[in-house]
Structures are given as structure tokens and as C-alpha cells.
């Protein structure tokens, strides 16, 4: 029997046929991506594996957004690729710039500091603009008003096995908020102070702070210190949400509050942590999924799903040796726990 009500299962008829089959009612989802001009030929590649394994029988439209206007032969590459609507966005420059309140010399010597001591994107302003517009601001873009679903893509990603179902329907159905597919231990040296910001958030709103969230995940005493776990790795990106969600008064007022701090610019704080926090702390723990069966790449690090007969049924092709789950850097093997689910069969005993 499958996990998902659902899902389409190898008996059913259309299994193999992926093209024209529709099962199940749409949702109104969309797949957004941040990119500039220069990544087209990288995106191009991840749409059209989104399109084979996915999206080809679905028609999800694409929303593509950016801090400078989008090229011609950006719209052309993209929107002859994507099988739902296309759609382009430009990002005002309040949610591209430093706020008021940065004090532009304390940031700069930051940047300096991590340059020397080879952080990586440490000197970065773009990286840190585009880690404070994931963190705070893409859900609310013009375009993003009308969904309530979103599945974030990256240039150079890869899917390696066709997804039978609606992962959109899925969230819906199991009332699901975040998603995700590799986690890891975050890069200290990019947050120190943020577990400190999140503190004083719980403080000030303890309204936000939900029982029978994941702080498990997060800590491993009681909340005192933050053991660097986060589902969205910082080198994955990989999401499928909730809009609805990240546009609550909740998340809204953590966002503020951790912007206000200023970590996006006197450290480097990234939007993998900022969201993964939030959803630890702002959701129940059944309101957070693992996607086992979407298979997915973002360098350096490979999702290759546990259980042969489920990598045979959905065609993948990723080598199950390059699965990071269950290895020691990986923070999944403690998301189980907190959850007490038990691992796929086969986590420790894989064949091939
Ligand atoms: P990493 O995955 O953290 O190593 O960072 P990436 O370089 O992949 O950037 C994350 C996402 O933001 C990707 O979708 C990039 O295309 C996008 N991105 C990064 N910097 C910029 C920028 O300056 N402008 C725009 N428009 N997109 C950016
Ligand atoms: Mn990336």
C-alpha cells in the first residue's frame, strides 16, 4: 500500500504513461525561483527535471524573481520550458537593500573580517541581500499574493526519481506547513549570535511559540543552546511550504524581530536556519514533513531515497552510496527521533 492516499501506485493504470494524466484536484501552488540573467542555462537544467519527473502532468505555474529586470533570452529559455504559466517578477529595492537601521561601517568591517578568515561568501552583500529576501520577503511578492503554495527551485539542482503524486495535494491534505529533504548542522561561524535573537523572540512573543513543536530538533537542552540542526540545508534549498503560513502574524513578527537585530548583516545568517527555526518552533511537529520519496541534488549533497523496491518503482537514478541522510553530519537520523518514526527500511542495510 502506499504512504500517500493519494499516490498513484505501479498497479494503477497510468503508471508509466506520464503524459496527460491529471489525478486529483490542483492546488493553487506554484514553483518559485530566485535567479538572475546570468543563470538561465543552470535553471534551464533543474525545470526541465522538475518537468520529466513532475510537472509535465501537472502544469504548475513558475514564478521567477529578481532583483534587476529579467532578459529576453531569460523569459524565452524559461517560459518555453515550463509547462504551467510563466511569470516574472521584479524585487523592490526595500526588500533588497540595507535597512535604516544597519549601521553601514560595523557591516562592512564584518564583511572584511570574514574575507580574511575565508568564510565563504563571508564579503558578500548580494549573498546576504538574497538570504534577508528568502528569509523575509519572497512570500509576499505581488506575484506570490494569489498562492498559497510554494515549491522552491534552484539553478543546478537535480530531481532523480519521477514523483507520482501531488506533493502540493500532500501538504494540503495532511495540513503540512514546511517540507523538507536533507538537513544538516549549520556553519557556526555564519550565527553566532543568532540563537541568541531567537531567544529574545520567545520572550517577547510567546503567543508565537506553539506546544508540541520540534525544539528537539533544534536543542538538545531544553532550548538553552541551539545545536546548529536545520531542515533546509543551507547548501539544499529545497522546499515545499506553506505561503499562508509565512504570512502570518507569527512569522511575520520573528522575521522583524530577528531583521531588527541586524544578524543578516553583522554576521551572515542564512534563510536555510532563519525558516528552519521558525517552522521548529511556529509549528507542530506533524505540521513538518520529510519527503523520503523526492529524490534531489544541490551541491555538495544528495537526498537518494531509502528502499530499493521505491527507487526501482519511481525510475531514480541517483547512486543510493550518495544518500547523506543517515550519515553523521546529516541531522535527519535526530529528526526521527524527535518524531519517533521509525527509518525507512533498509536505512542501515542498503542494497542497490
Ligand atoms: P547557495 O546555494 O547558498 O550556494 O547560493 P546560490 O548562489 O545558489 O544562491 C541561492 C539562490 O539565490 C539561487 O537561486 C541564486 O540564483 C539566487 N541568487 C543569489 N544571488 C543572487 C543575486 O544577487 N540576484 C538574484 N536575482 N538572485 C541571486
Ligand atoms: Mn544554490
Not at 518552533?281 to 529524490?295: P, Y
Not at 537518494?304 to 527507487?311: F, S, V
Request: net charge negative; aromatic share 18%; glycine share 4%.
Amino acid at each position: 500500500a502506499s504512504q500517500y492516499p493519494m499516490a498513484m501506485t505501479p498497479n494503477d493504470p497510468g503508471w508509466n504513461d506520464l503524459a496527460g494524466i491529471k489525478e486529483g484536484p490542483r492546488m493553487n501552488a506554484t514553483f518559485v525561483t530566485l535567479a538572475r540573467n546570468s543563470d538561465v542555462w543552470e535553471i534551464a537544467k533543474s525545470i526541465r527535471q522538475v518537468e520529466d519527473r513532475f510537472n509535465r502532468r501537472y502544469n504548475y505555474d513558475w514564478v521567477f524573481l529578481n532583483d534587476k529586470p529579467f532578459d529576453e533570452v531569460f523569459k524565452r529559455v524559461t517560459s518555453s520550458l515550463v509547462s504551467g504559466k510563466t511569470h516574472y517578477g521584479l524585487i523592490p529595492e526595500e526588500h533588497w537593500s540595507f535597512p535604516e537601521w544597519i549601521d553601514q561601517d560595523k557591516a562592512a568591517k564584518v564583511r572584511q573580517d570574514m574575507k580574511e578568515r575565508k568564510i565563504i561568501y563571508g564579503d558578500s552583500v548580494s549573498y546576504r541581500h538574497m538570504c534577508r529576501f528568502e528569509s523575509g520577503f519572497f512570500f509576499r511578492q505581488e506575484l506570490m499574493m494569489n498562492y498559497e503554495y510554494y515549491w522552491r527551485v534552484e539553478p543546478s539542482v537535480e530531481l532523480f526519481c519521477d514523483v507520482h503524486y501531488d506533493p502540493f495535494r500532500f501538504m494540503h491534505e495532511n495540513k503540512k506547513k514546511y517540507s523538507f529533504v536533507l538537513s544538516l548542522y549549520e556553519y557556526y561561524e555564519t550565527i553566532p549570535t543568532l540563537w541568541d535573537s531567537v531567544k529574545k523572540f520567545i520572550k517577547n512573543h510567546p503567543e508565537h511559540i506553539v506546544a508540541g513543536n520540534s525544539m528537539g530538533f533544534l536543542s538538545d537542552d531544553d532550548g538553552d543552546t541551539y545545536n546548529k540542526c536545520h531542515f533546509l540545508a543551507q547548501w539544499s534549498n529545497f522546499e515545499i511550504g506553506s505561503l499562508t503560513w509565512l504570512r502570518s502574524k507569527a512569522y511575520i513578527d520573528y522575521f522583524e524581530s530577528l531583521d531588527h537585530d541586524g544578524g543578516f548583516f553583522y554576521e551572515r545568517w542564512g534563510d536555510a536556519p532563519v525558516h528552519s527555526i521558525a517552522a521548529a518552533l511556529m509549528l507542530k511537529k506533524e505540521e513538518i514533513h520529510f519527503f523520503n520519496d523526492i529524490a534531489y541534488y544541490h551541491v555538495p549533497f544528495t537526498h537518494c531515497p531509502t528502499g530499493q523496491k521505491l527507487r526501482t518503482a519511481l525510475k531514480c537514478h541517483c547512486n543510493p552510496d550518495d544518500n547523506f541522510d543517515w550519515k553523521g553530519y546529516s541531522c535527519t537520523s535526530k529528526y526521527f527521533e524527535v518524531n519517533n518514526m521509525d527509518k525507512p527500511e533498509g536505512w542501515d542495510t542498503e542494497e542497490k
